[in-house]
Every structure is written in structure tokens, then in C-alpha cells.
């Protein structure tokens, strides 16, 4: 689905907010609610663009979450603290990008996923080991989709949070066109993952007592 006409700055500030929002949803804060909000606010900044332009709206998104999530590496130095977190925004300028291309795709939420896992996956790996915190999983362990855990690991998890996420880009955009199809659709799909995610936990919970 082709996104929405928007302002290169505007599509700039849109990844910066949700790039900072999503650092909330983290400990010691807990908002884990945040994750969908924003995983749906950097796939709209980075739909409707091509790679170039994605991959820079990913890396402004990457700085606003990062700066702020690692911000308790100022003890450690100035220099540490925005040397990683830049670092670690260089992997969302590739997931910007990413997800600027497979917006045209059909089923392109599900695409948005794989590009999300694949992003966490490599950062969680490379350079010297990798720096797997801050995937979309640590966020969501205290919520209601913890059983998926459970189902398929904390990669499943970290794909559930951003499948929701991009369906709620979906919704927003088949709002804006008036296309009531696609939007009860992601409606739909974002109430089932949730039902099945509630399940999982609440089963969950029932055998560690």
C-alpha cells in the first residue's frame, strides 16, 4: 500500500518522536503498550519513499530511540554513550530502508515484520557479538503477549509486537483512503494476535503455579 504525502520534515520528526516514544516502553519505564504505537509510527514515516530516503528516516528514528534508551552510559563517558547509540541507529537506517521497500509489497505488513526481525537479528550478532538490547521483546515482557514466548522465543515475541504495529500503519492508511476493507482487516488480525497472545499468557501463568 503506497503511503501518505507528507513533508520530508515532517516524516523526519514523525521517526524522531517514535524512535523516543519506544524508549519508554523499555525499563525502568514499562509502557510496553508504546511498542505497536511506535513500530506504526516509523513504518508510516517510511512508507511512500524510496530506500535513500528511508534509510535516513530510520536513522533519525534510531537516534531518537537510542540516545534515549542508553542515556545510563553517560556514567561510563559522553563519548561511549553516543558513539553506540549512533552505532547501533546505523541498523535502523538499514531497517528504514527496508521498510520503505517492501511498502509496496503485497501483504507488505508481514514483509515489515521480516525486515524488523532481520534488523534485531543482525544487531543481536555484529560487530564483536553483537547488542541485542532493545529488541521489541524486552519491552513486551511484562504485557499480555508474553505467551508467545512461550510458543516461538523471544524472536516470535519481538515479530508479534511488530506485526501489530504495522497492521496499525495499515489502519491508519486504509483510514485515510476510506478503504473500510483493509481496515477491518487489520482490525481483525491486530484483535486475534491479541486474543491469541492473552490466551498464551494467561496459560502460561497457570502452569508456573
Do not use: K
Not at 531518537?64 to 535502523?92: N, R, S
Not at 499480555?144 to 495499515?170: D, E, K, M, Q, R
Amino acid at each position: 500500500m503506497p503511503g501518505v504525502s507528507w513533508p520530508a520534515a515532517l516524516r523526519l520528526l514523525l521517526a524522531a518522536l517514535s524512535g523516543w516514544l519506544l524508549s519508554f516502553a523499555f525499563a525502568p519505564f514499562g509502557l510496553w503498550w508504546l511498542v505497536p504505537v511506535a513500530v506504526a509510527g516509523l513504518t508510516l514515516a517510511c512508507t511512500g519513499v524510496g530506500a535513500a530516503s528511508g534509510a535516513l528516516v530510520g536513522l533519525v528514528g534510531g537516534l531518537g530511540f537510542f540516545l534515549t534508551l542508553l542515556d545510563w552510559m553517560q556514567v561510563v563517558g559522553t563519548d561511549a554513550w553516543v558513539g553506540l547509540a549512533v552505532l547501533q541507529a546505523v541498523f535502523w537506517a538499514g531497517l528504514g530502508a527496508g521498510l520503505a521497500v517492501v511498502a509496496g509489497l503485497p501483504g507488505w505488513p508481514l514483509w515489515a515484520t521480516g525486515v524488523w526481525v532481520l534488523v534485531e537479528a543482525l544487531r543481536s550478532v555484529v560487530p564483536w557479538g553483537g547488542f541485542p538490547w532493545g529488541r521489541l521483546a524486552h519491552a513486551l515482557v511484562d504485557s499480555p503477549l508474553l505467551g508467545f514466548v512461550h510458543l516461538g522465543g523471544v524472536t516470535l515475541l519481538s515479530a508479534i509486537g511488530a506485526t501489530i504495529g504495522t497492521l496499525l500503519a495499515g489502519l491508519v492508511l486504509a483510514v485515510t483512503r476510506l478503504d473500510w476493507r483493509r481496515g477491518a482487516g487489520s482490525v481483525v488480525l491486530v484483535a486475534a494476535l491479541v486474543g491469541v497472545g492473552a490466551v498464551s499468557y494467561t496459560h502460561l501463568r497457570a502452569h508456573e503455579t
